[in-house]
């Protein structure tokens, strides 16, 4: 079977309204991959910036896949969350990228949005704290439905992986 490893840190998140942020992530494939070590979901911890309005997580992902097709490539999915000085959280986007598929090391900016409301709900966001959120997480990356979703652009979130690919010319993908 081809092997696929994926190395690397979330870095962190810049553009957000307001700092005090953390990010859960996890890894969507198709059918055919299997992960032999690594885990595929994870959270980061809460960063509040000293200077600047970059949160850094340097949050470490390793993952060792094995597949006999390209079909389902890896998805990175992500939450951004930020947490208030009451310990309650609070939705600041979501985002998806694919993992590069060349070998080599990649930086990655993964651009985030949430869902709008109604002006009712928008309102109460502002005063209550809260807001929308997706009922099914699997809408991040599949793409189904999400163009009827009314959002807003949030911040953005910087990645380094570095990809190895292992016995992919067995199957006709040159690297």
């Known amino acids: 079977m081809a092997e696929l490893h994926i190395i690397g ?6 553009g957000f ?24 979901e994870g959270q ?7 200077v600047g309005d ?13 597949t006999k097709g390209l079909q389902g490539w890896p998805k990175l999915h992500l939450q951004v969350w930020h947490q208030d000085s009451f310990g309650r959280c609070q939705l600041y986007g979501y985002g998806y990228c694919h993992v590069p598929s060349s070998p080599g090391h990649h930086r990655i900016s993964c651009v985030t949005w949430r869902p709008l409301g109604s002006w009712q709900e928008q309102l109460a966001q502002m ?8 009922r ?7 793409g189904a439905d999400r ?5 807003e ?23």
């Open 136 to 142: 099914s997480p699997d809408l991040i990356y599949s």
């Open 9 to 14: 840190q979330i870095v962190g998140g810049t």
């Open 17 to 40: 309204p307001q700092n005090s942020l953390f990010c859960k992530w996890g890894v969507h494939t198709g059918g055919a991959w299997r992960l032999l070590s690594g885990l595929k």
């Open 44 to 50: 980061t911890q809460v960063d509040i910036p000293q």
């Open 153 to 175: 652009a949030m911040g953005t979130v910087e990645l380094e992986l570095g990809v190895i690919m292992r016995h992919f010319d067995k199957y006709g993908v040159e690297s």
């Open 127 to 134: 005063f209550v704290g809260g807001g929308p959120q997706l």
């Open 54 to 66: 970059m949160a850094y997580w340097s949050h470490p992902i390793d993952l060792h896949y094995a």
């Open 147 to 151: 163009y009827r979703l009314h959002t």
